[in-house]
């Protein structure tokens, strides 16, 4: 069997203090080098001086009393959090002999920032990979994905057509020298959220309003990101756990499909990992908003100024966000007047990526509306961040809703070959805490691994 650089348990991606400190001086030289494998160390939501990378947007952008908390993904390796379940869903199918290094190529189903993450972990842990995502996604994603060295295999349709690349996967793994990173199925993904994501997100609010989460808001794309939420809602009982998707393809809400331009989430299913349980409320935002918001945050950080920003703040905003984060922003805006949410009260929400996968979108917009100068981005300013409204919000703590949301997930995943009494086990916390419990053991493997580099 072929070696593989050795990477973080979960424990260590949470917590680099825990690091062995021989390496400390490796990892921040790695920094500097993208390629180089022990950037798979600083795979974490901590900066350098191990706090978390988190925002907390000034009230003059979002209108609200309560704390709007972003946590940051850009400073991951690749740019995006998502490397990290790409990562975790990679070693632990390393450490369990599932996958070997030499034999087996790694399909990525994405529509982009997965995609990325996977590409890169393979180049890091010397594996081939291919990425299954549509054929019309932003320029950017492809040129990262091919820069490290993945091949694309592109499917038709944008975003709301990734059920295309999942159908794709399955047909490629019928060759046994494959073995797929399934995002939007394996538990990795909700492992590496739960406890990397969500306890960082415990971490980021001590200091902020009251030290509590009151509401977590996160669009779910392969719903990894809102395994987090379970973990909040360990620690407080009362937070309310919300998925966001788009207006235009309402699949949660109503079982609605359609096109959209909110990239990486709106899927066209509820993904297996999805936690329906814990999630208490579905919000819609229209997809335009999110990229004329992105517009105006990145391109006219005056606006935001003429509004009330400070300039330092209005100019460090300017490449923190993606279209999806706006996506967030404004679910976060909406849930906190639908929650009447006050001064003291926190709500978190993350920031996948940062600008630097998003100038082809924003020039689509430009293409698009045709009029762009500042009386029109003062307009959109209003309009969008300041003027949220509290529709399109439905509250699935119903039991029908929830059933709803079950049969939702039925519909999409027995016709993968996935049992009625498997999906019925995710009904219960039971399954789901089991399957976070398998962190400790994973921590162990991995380190065993290592050990043997």
């Given at each position: 069997?072929?070696?593989?650089?050795?990477?973080?348990?979960?424990?260590?991606?949470?917590?680099?203090?825990?690091?062995?400190?021989?390496?400390?001086?490796?990892?921040?030289?790695?920094?500097?080098?993208?390629?180089?494998?022990?950037?798979?160390?600083?795979?974490?939501?901590?900066?350098?001086?191990?706090?978390?990378?988190?925002?907390?947007?000034?009230?003059?952008?979002?209108?609200?009393?309560?704390?709007?908390?972003?946590?940051?993904?850009?400073?991951?390796?690749?740019?995006?959090?998502?490397?990290?379940?790409?990562?975790?869903?990679?070693?632990?199918?390393?450490?369990?002999?599932?996958?070997?290094?030499?034999?087996?190529?790694?399909?990525?189903?994405?529509?982009?920032?997965?995609?990325?993450?996977?590409?890169?972990?393979?180049?890091?842990?010397?594996?081939?990979?291919?990425?299954?995502?549509?054929?019309?996604?932003?320029?950017?994603?492809?040129?990262?994905?091919?820069?490290?060295?993945?091949?694309?295999?592109?499917?038709?349709?944008?975003?709301?057509?990734?059920?295309?690349?999942?159908?794709?996967?399955?047909?490629?793994?019928?060759?046994?020298?494959?073995?797929?990173?399934?995002?939007?199925?394996?538990?990795p993904n909700y492992r590496f959220h739960r406890h990397v994501t969500g306890n960082s997100a415990i971490e980021a609010v001590?200091?902020?309003?009251?030290?509590?989460?009151?509401?977590?808001?996160?669009?779910?794309?392969?719903?990894?990101?809102?395994?987090?939420?379970?973990?909040?809602?360990?620690?407080?009982?009362?937070?309310?756990?919300?998925?966001?998707?788009?207006?235009?393809?309402?699949?949660?809400?109503?079982?609605?499909?359609?096109?959209?331009?909110?990239?990486?989430?709106?899927?066209?299913?509820?993904?297996?990992?999805?936690?329906?349980l814990n999630t208490d409320f579905i919000a819609q935002i229209e997809d335009d908003d999110t990229v004329k918001g992105l517009?105006?945050?990145?391109?006219?950080?005056?606006?935001?100024?003429?509004?009330?920003?400070?300039?330092?703040?209005?100019?460090?905003?300017?490449?923190?966000?993606?279209?999806?984060?706006?996506?967030?922003?404004?679910?976060?805006?909406?849930?906190?007047?639908?929650?009447?949410?006050?001064?003291?009260?926190?709500?978190?929400t993350v920031a996948t990526d940062g600008f630097d996968r998003y100038d082809s979108v924003i020039d689509n917009l430009n293409?698009?509306?045709?009029?762009?100068?500042?009386?029109?981005?003062?307009?959109?300013?209003?309009?969008?961040?300041?003027?949220?409204?509290?529709?399109?919000?439905?509250?699935?703590?119903?039991?029908?809703?929830?059933?709803?949301?079950?049969?939702?997930?039925?519909?999409?995943?027995?016709?993968?070959?996935?049992?009625?009494?498997?999906?019925?086990?995710?009904?219960?916390?039971?399954?789901?805490?089991?399957?976070?419990?398998?962190?400790?053991?994973?921590?162990?493997?991995?380190?065993?691994?290592?050990?043997?580099?």
């Amino acid at each position: 069997m072929n070696k593989i650089p050795f990477g973080p348990t979960y424990d260590e991606m949470l917590n680099p203090r825990m690091i062995d400190p021989t390496l400390h001086a490796r990892i921040l030289h790695a920094s500097q080098n993208e390629l180089d494998p022990m950037n798979l160390f600083r795979i974490t939501w901590k900066d350098e001086n191990q706090k978390v990378n988190h925002i907390v947007l000034p009230q003059a952008l979002t209108g609200v009393e309560a704390n709007i908390i972003v946590l940051i993904g850009k400073y991951f390796p690749s740019g995006s959090h998502k490397v990290g379940p790409a990562y975790a869903t990679l070693i632990e199918g390393c450490v369990d002999g599932d996958i070997i290094p030499g034999k087996h190529t790694i399909l990525g189903p994405s529509t982009g920032n997965f995609g990325i993450g996977v590409s890169y972990i393979c180049n890091l842990m010397k594996l081939d990979s291919i990425v299954i995502m549509p054929d019309n996604m932003s320029k950017e994603r492809y040129d990262r994905i091919l820069k490290y060295g993945a091949r694309l295999d592109l499917t038709p349709g944008t975003e709301s057509d990734v059920i295309l690349t999942l159908e794709r996967t399955y047909k490629l793994k019928e060759n046994p020298n494959y073995r797929s990173l399934a995002q939007f199925e394996l538990l990795p993904n909700y492992r590496f959220h739960r406890h990397v994501t969500g306890n960082s997100a415990i971490e980021a609010v001590k200091n902020i309003g009251n030290g509590r989460i009151a509401c977590y808001a996160s669009a779910p794309g392969s719903a990894g990101t809102l395994a987090a939420g379970d973990q909040i809602k360990a620690t407080f009982p009362e937070a309310k756990i919300v998925a966001l998707e788009p207006y235009e393809c309402s699949t949660l809400s109503d079982g609605g499909r359609g096109q959209h331009r909110i990239e990486g989430i709106g899927d066209k299913m509820c993904t297996l990992i999805h936690n329906v349980l814990n999630t208490d409320f579905i919000a819609q935002i229209e997809d335009d908003d999110t990229v004329k918001g992105l517009k105006i945050i990145h391109d006219a950080p005056h606006i935001l100024v003429e509004f009330g920003v400070k300039p330092d703040v209005a100019e460090h905003l300017k490449d923190l966000f993606g279209v999806s984060t706006i996506c967030n922003i404004l679910g976060a805006i909406k849930m906190a007047k639908y929650l009447k949410l006050g001064p003291g009260d926190n709500i978190v929400t993350v920031a996948t990526d940062g600008f630097d996968r998003y100038d082809s979108v924003i020039d689509n917009l430009n293409h698009r509306v045709l009029e762009t100068e500042d009386f029109v981005l003062r307009r959109w300013f209003k309009d969008i961040f300041l003027k949220v409204n509290t529709d399109h919000i439905i509250d699935t703590r119903i039991p029908s809703e929830k059933e709803r949301l079950y049969q939702q997930k039925e519909k999409d995943w027995l016709k993968f070959g996935y049992s009625k009494t498997y999906l019925d086990g995710m009904k219960s916390m039971d399954f789901w805490n089991h399957e976070y419990e398998k962190v400790k053991l994973y921590n162990e493997k991995i380190k065993a691994l290592r050990g043997k580099e």
